[in-house]
């Protein structure tokens, strides 16, 4: 069964892949212009195009998206619901026009992650484009994966992605 992994970053995707690996065929998808600054989103990317090379996982990114936060923060309103709806409604689409069985999210890996609104999220995204989503909490593993990585060297960034979350680090 071909599944098609919406993916945030390589140390999210690791805990889902551990989780996937032996039931599906996994790709995984790369959209994410909530990350804020460019220079974080191209560590981000390369890390997990690098982390899907290691694997054997084709990689996948939306072809039409250039770098642009600021168009991105005036569509999203800097909401954690809409800027997932956005994310899974591509990878949704995606999933679909090539051929996948279902898809899923890395999303669901992170405890930094509102869990129930990304999976209600994918849910509706899923029965309105017609296509399964797979539903998994891969939280379990998730900080023991994330720091196998960093120990291959694999960049493992400190804040979820917007420049809402970047800003929240220092207040901690």
Known sequence: MKLLLHICCAPCSASAVKVLEKEFEISFYWYN???YDKNEYNKRKEAAAAYAESLGIKFFEEERFNYDYENWKSKSFESCGKCYEIRL??????AKNSG???????LL???????????????????????KFLYRDFRDGF????????DKGYYVQKYCGCAKSYSERFKK
Do not use: G, M, W
Request: hydrophobic share 30%; proline share 4%.
């Open 109 to 131: 890996s992170s405890p930094y992650q509102k869990h129930e609104l990304v999976k209600e999220t994918a849910e509706t995204v899923a029965e309105k484009n017609k296509i």
């Open 143 to 150: 900080y023991e994966e994330k720091n196998l990585l960093r």
């Open 100 to 106: 996948f069985d279902c898809f899923s999210t890395s």
């Open 33 to 35: 212009p909530n990350i």
């Open 89 to 94: 409604e591509k990878a949704a689409l995606f």
